[in-house]
């Protein structure tokens, strides 16, 4: 009898190990890929030197444990244990609140007042770091409407806004001196007068009127019935910037179907074998109302992915004549030319763009704009050869000052660049992040004088291209 289990344990183990080996090198079993965002391991290459240092055998190892076969199963089944035994998940992004409620952990750092000290440790300085974003946008909504262009912030709501009553009771994330950038943007676009839309205290108003969810147990972003409801707000809101007629939206009745993406993004990121029980999930069909009276404007959107629930739900192809988003400002979505804003004409992007919407929940605020502001700014006041001015002072500047030019010539040299173009992308970097700091006309709560006229004439060429 003991023989025959030890010949069924070894038969087992064999067994077990060649299908491993099997699916490691063939992929034969499609195994549904893990949520998340990873960086991949990639393969190493066998070199005298890596081999002698050692960097091959960890490259190795560590590129062997991401490619081993069943690896995404292990994992899930890993995860599963030790949530449905602990209510435990190794996944610091996600945050278990009360009737196993989910929230994503920026959030419940802002809700708690501690996301602050993501960016420093001192609330002047966080104030300061606002307000230097609000007049900047304060500058720049003047100086578009001179060109006929409408910028506006689109404020959205955190889930932990909108259902405090479901998060855990605080114990990580308390600090002194707490800061909240949502309070002090509203408070001073107010004073400002900054265009803006605040999804939180709409959110807050309609919480227990309405007939659909506006957020979801197991996802991070608003429903995707509420973002629909959001944009024919949106659309109305920019009739009344521009006095044009736009499209609007035809919203069906809801109806309960299987759950679509993102609504339950935060589930899917804890990587489990079992889907979590959750309330029915809700939608609704979209179409535009057809309107030959309606002009087809481009919008341009920098933000966070809150936006995304937009272009699952609403056709803007049907309503824009282009809608580019530029996901924090980096990558570019909805365009067929660009996959880069590296890439951009900034000046033609600011020519062609009716409105401009920053799209940013609570917990992305802190970054508004994602450094798009002051570089918009730099190009709507100076054309190419103003900029190039401008760069070429600094440079000088950094020149004449023997420690700060020590230190940049290090980091061309260390990036084996031209030592003059060098410092040339450095200043321009300078003065694109903070122009501020180096150009007098922008400092204070003053109006740039000088202006881009080359923007100006791209500007009158689109509108003739339009008629």
Known sequence: MRKNLYKILFVSTIVVLTLLLVQTFTGIVHVKSLAGVTVEAEKPKLTFQNYVDGTFQDDLEKYCREHCGFREWFIRLYNQYRWSCFRETDNTTVVRGKGNWLFEDVYVKDHFESLMYNYTNDTAVMRSRCETEALRLWKMQQLLEELGIHIFV????????????????????????????????????????????????????????????????????WSNIAAVHVFDSILRYMEDLSGQRLHHLEIGEKYQAKPRKPDKDLEDLLNLVFP??????????????????????????????????????????????NHPYWYYNYKVYFDSANTSVLDLDLDQELARADYIMLNYGTGSLYELGSHFLPKALLHLCYDKAGIDAEVNKLVHKIKSDPEWFAENKKKVEDKHEDLEQGLYNIALYMISRCPEKYIEDFQGDKMPTSRNKDLKILREKQRRSCK
């Open 154 to 221: 689109n404020i959205n709501p955190g889930k932990d806004v909108i259902f405090p009553e479901f998060l855990a009771e605080n114990s990580l994330y308390t600090r002194p001196e707490g800061f909240r950038a949502y309070n002090y943007y509203v408070k001073r676009f107010d004073e400002l007068g900054i265009h803006y839309i605040d999804n939180v205290a709409v959110f807050k108003a309609i919480k227990d009127t309405v007939n659909y969810p506006l957020f979801y147990e197991k996802g991070t972003h």
């Open 276 to 321: 979590m029980k959750s309330s029915p999930y809700w939608y609704v069909d979209v179409t535009v109302k057809e309107d030959p009276a309606a002009v087809e404007p481009i919008l341009l959107t920098i933000g966070d992915s809150y936006f995304w629930n937009f272009t699952y739900n609403v056709p803007l192809q049907d309503i824009f004549r």
